[in-house]
């Protein structure tokens, strides 16, 4: 159809072509997105859900493909939650970032300042807390070992699943199975034992657990976010979490713990992922414009970062475009890119494998441009 003869019609039946057009559009964006989903499943990544939406909402859409849980075969649903793991560690930095501009707490201050003395007293063992400051365990420049890296952590995982997990007993296995990585401030080395750290000054300012802390700070609650929920908190968010693989084994009754006090913990959905992601980026989160930029400010170090990372967020490059996002060891990433202003989401059940970046999202960035102009119809 010429585009100048849509416009030779009168406005009814000008107005019908339009929602024919848009109708028609709409359905091979979907098959064309639900064909995107299908071709990333495998026989090691039983299911992925996915969302994207533009910040204007004009582009929104969500699907879900594959099976929850293999033993019984049923069908993933875009509203599941699923353990977000590292992408947690967002939403601790804003809340430490939420504390600073409260005055409660400042990025110089060292963190032997803020520390329970019980925790102080294991971490000093190995790390010169005068010396260790906020910002850089913001940034993973700390010089901390991260305890996931012992082998005894995950020797204790998988021969008892069921193993709860505390904060100090994580610190207490970082400290005896590791050594400091570097001088604080001088590499970057990635870290959960930072973040688990970070969470317990979260807990300790709020007076609440980290779940009602994170809320409070960040205004999770009155943004509608009602399956963001630490697990264990909301029996309906509980009820709603997919079985997630790990080399092919189902991890669903893992304790939470293993992974719960401030590098991870977290159950979200896809959606909610992006809304919080919006929300942070359109100065919803933070009080001042600049707490979005500290956040943000990138870093430079003497050896090369393996990631290119800020406080609780990295940048990475999606088809030449910079874009802010956060993965977790479960097979979640979110991201942002600020040039098309677009938010997209997913999990793989049984994860990506190889690759900073998730596969999937150049290929839905793909099938976007292949979508049929509307200039034509069918």
Same mark, same amino acid.
């Given at each position: 159809?010429?585009?100048?003869?849509?416009?030779?019609?009168?406005?009814?039946?000008?107005?019908?072509?339009?929602?024919?057009?848009?109708?028609?559009?709409?359905?091979?964006?979907?098959?064309?997105?639900?064909?995107?989903?299908?071709?990333?499943?495998? @026989?090691?990544?039983?299911?992925?859900?996915?969302?994207i939406?533009?910040?204007?909402?004009?582009?929104?859409? @969500?699907?879900?493909?594959?099976i929850?849980?293999?033993?019984?075969?049923?069908?993933? /649903?875009?509203? /599941?939650?699923?353990?977000?793991?590292?992408?947690?560690?967002?939403?601790?930095?804003?809340?430490?970032?939420?504390?600073?501009?409260?005055?409660?707490?400042? *990025?110089?201050?060292?963190?032997?300042?803020?520390?329970s003395?019980?925790?102080?007293?294991?971490?000093?063992?190995?790390?010169?807390?005068? /010396?260790?400051?906020?910002?850089?365990?913001?940034? +993973?420049?700390?010089?901390?070992?991260?305890?996931? +890296?012992? %082998?005894?952590?995950f020797? $204790?995982?998988?021969?008892?699943? @069921? +193993?709860?997990?505390?904060?100090?007993?994580?610190?207490?296995?970082?400290?005896?199975?590791?050594?400091?990585?570097?001088?604080?401030?001088?590499?970057?080395?990635?870290?959960?034992?930072?973040?688990? !750290?970070?969470?317990?000054?979260?807990?300790?300012?709020?007076?609440?657990?980290?779940?009602?802390?994170?809320?409070?700070?960040?205004?999770?609650?009155?943004?509608?976010?009602?399956?963001?929920?630490?697990?264990? !908190?909301?029996?309906?968010?509980?009820?709603?979490? !997919?079985?997630q693989?790990?080399?092919?084994?189902?991890?669903?009754?893992?304790?939470?713990?293993?992974?719960?006090?401030?590098?991870?913990?977290?159950?979200?959905?896809?959606?909610?992922?992006?809304?919080?992601?919006?929300?942070?980026?359109?100065?919803?989160?933070?009080? &001042?414009?600049?707490?979005?930029?500290? *956040?943000?400010?990138?870093?430079?170090?003497? !050896?090369?970062p393996?990631?290119?990372?800020?406080?609780?967020?990295?940048?990475?490059?999606?088809?030449?475009? &910079?874009?802010?996002? +956060?993965?977790?060891?479960?097979?979640?990433?979110?991201?942002?890119?600020? $040039?098309?202003?677009?938010y997209?989401?997913?999990?793989?059940?049984?994860?990506?494998?190889?690759?900073?970046?998730?596969?999937?999202?150049?290929?839905?960035?793909n099938?976007?441009? &292949?979508?049929?102009?509307?200039?034509?119809? %069918?």
């Amino acid at each position: 159809m010429n585009p100048i003869s849509i416009f030779q019609m009168k406005p009814i039946k000008f107005l019908l072509s339009i929602i024919l057009i848009g109708f028609y559009l709409n359905t091979v964006e979907a098959q064309n997105f639900n064909q995107v989903l299908r071709s990333e499943l495998n @026989s090691t990544n039983p299911g992925v859900l996915f969302s994207i939406e533009s910040g204007d909402r004009r582009i929104s859409w @969500s699907g879900a493909a594959g099976i929850n849980d293999l033993s019984l075969g049923d069908s993933l /649903q875009v509203s /599941q939650t699923f353990r977000i793991a590292s992408v947690t560690k967002t939403y601790v930095a804003a809340a430490i970032l939420r504390l600073m501009e409260k005055k409660v707490l400042r *990025m110089e201050d060292p963190i032997s300042k803020h520390l329970s003395p019980t925790h102080a007293a294991i971490l000093a063992q190995d790390y010169d807390l005068e /010396q260790i400051t906020i910002e850089q365990i913001l940034r +993973h420049c700390a010089g901390f070992f991260d305890h996931t +890296h012992a %082998p005894e952590f995950f020797d $204790k995982i998988f021969s008892d699943p @069921s +193993h709860e997990w505390t904060r100090t007993a994580q610190l207490q296995i970082g400290v005896e199975k590791g050594e400091r990585i570097s001088t604080p401030g001088t590499q970057f080395s990635y870290s959960d034992m930072g973040y688990v !750290i970070l969470g317990e000054l979260i807990e300790n300012y709020t007076g609440k657990s980290l779940d009602g802390g994170i809320k409070e700070l960040l205004g999770l609650e009155i943004l509608g976010l009602d399956r963001t929920d630490f697990e264990r !908190i909301d029996t309906q968010t509980d009820q709603l979490r !997919i079985h997630q693989y790990f080399q092919g084994k189902d991890t669903y009754n893992f304790s939470p713990t293993m992974d719960y006090y401030g590098g991870g913990g977290i159950l979200s959905n896809t959606e909610e992922l992006i809304d919080f992601f919006q929300a942070l980026f359109q100065g919803k989160i933070f009080e &001042n414009p600049a707490t979005l930029n500290l *956040m943000l400010k990138p870093v430079s170090y003497s !050896i090369k970062p393996k990631l290119d990372y800020q406080m609780g967020m990295y940048k990475v490059q999606v088809k030449g475009m &910079n874009a802010y996002c +956060h993965s977790g060891f479960w097979g979640t990433q979110v991201l942002y890119i600020p $040039k098309m202003d677009l938010y997209l989401a997913a999990n793989y059940s049984g994860g990506w494998g190889g690759g900073i970046v998730a596969p999937i999202f150049e290929k839905f960035l793909n099938a976007m441009e &292949n979508v049929i102009p509307t200039n034509k119809c %069918p």
